[in-house]
């Protein structure tokens, strides 16, 4: 059965019926971002399916004129659901938001295997062509609570020579789209209501005032938008940046997480030696996660 989950009642039964879930994380994070009102720019929309045994698929998405709709998809580990089934699921949901997949209304499709490759099966099926799925896929990391109490003991120092900066919204979020963007609208709105509303850190350079590095926190509370300049790297401001941060979102309650594009061998591979991560497997298979931008036929 597909439904709606809107009241607070029923958001606080989400809430909890995730919570303890790392690869639900971003539905659990999104859930509370609403009931807090934390990100006015967008409200949650947000839906269940559940089969008869029980076993559930979350999807939601925000709504919102200028951000990004993020549609996130996630189940428990060791789900398991047919292409019937789910393409039912993702054509009611079309039926009711006739944009909700449309690529040029700002969606982006968030979702681990195998259920991202079911919605892609379905995209198929609905356009009556194979696609080619612009995006990238991802390793998705977390901490667990004794990883979260490790790195709260950690007195972090800024390395030498920098400074947190004091933050101008509108030229800081025209800044940082520039580096990590093309521009889009959507990503400069976006920016602007992550600097506005959610936790982030700047940093620049002594004397100069050169902003070199920053890292942002999604609505869906994800790490994201980590940068350095590349005069900057290699002196360890990456690291501080990320824990800094982490830090902030244990405090706020919640749980650090992030993704990492599966191609870059170096951060995967130093994410896996770090003591305060750990990576998201079943039975040591390791979980993929997938970001679909857009898609467009296969030219032959």
């Known amino acids: 059965m597909l439904k709606i989950v809107e009241s607070k009642e029923d958001l606080l039964k989400a809430l909890d019926s995730t919570q303890a879930c790392p690869e639900l994380l ?14 006015p720019e967008a409200q949650l929309s947000l839906w269940l399916y559940e089969k008869d045994s029980g076993e559930q698929l979350w999807i939601s998405f925000r709504e919102s004129d200028t951000c990004h709709r993020y549609v996130c998809i996630g189940a428990k580990l060791g789900s398991n659901f047919e292409d019937s089934e789910l393409f039912q699921v993702f054509s009611r949901l079309e039926d009711k938001y006739p944009t909700l997949f449309v690529i040029g209304h700002g969606s982006v499709v968030f ?10 099966r379905w995209i198929n099926q609905k356009t009556g062509h194979e696609n080619e799925f612009i995006g990238v896929t ?9 990883q979260k109490e490790s790195i709260l003991k950690l007195n972090l120092e800024l390395p030498d020579g920098y400074h947190f900066a004091n933050i101008d919204i509108e030229k800081d979020s025209e800044e940082i789209t520039s580096i990590t963007s093309l521009g889009n609208h959507r990503d400069l709105a976006q920016n602007r209501a992550m600097l506005e509303h959610m936790p982030y850190v700047m940093l620049r350079k002594n004397i100069s005032n050169e902003l070199v590095a920053f890292e942002l926190v999604d609505p869906i509370y994800i790490l994201r938008n980590q940068f350095t300049h590349e005069n900057h790297r290699g002196k360890g401001l990456g690291n501080f940046m990320e824990r800094f941060l982490a830090q902030k979102i244990i405090r706020d309650g919640k749980t650090p997480y992030k993704v990492v594009i599966a191609t870059n061998k170096p951060v995967i591979d130093a994410s896996q030696r770090s003591q305060y991560w750990t990576r998201l497997e079943n039975n040591e298979n390791i979980i993929e996660v ?8 296969l030219t032959c």
């Open 26 to 39: 971003f539905i659990h994070c999104s859930i509370e971002v609403q009931l807090k009102n934390s990100f």
């Open 111 to 120: 979702a681990a295997n195998p259920t991202l490759e079911i919605y892609k």
């Open 138 to 146: 991802q390793q998705y990391f977390y901490m667990t609570e004794e």
């Open 290 to 297: 997938g970001v679909v931008r857009s898609y467009k036929p």
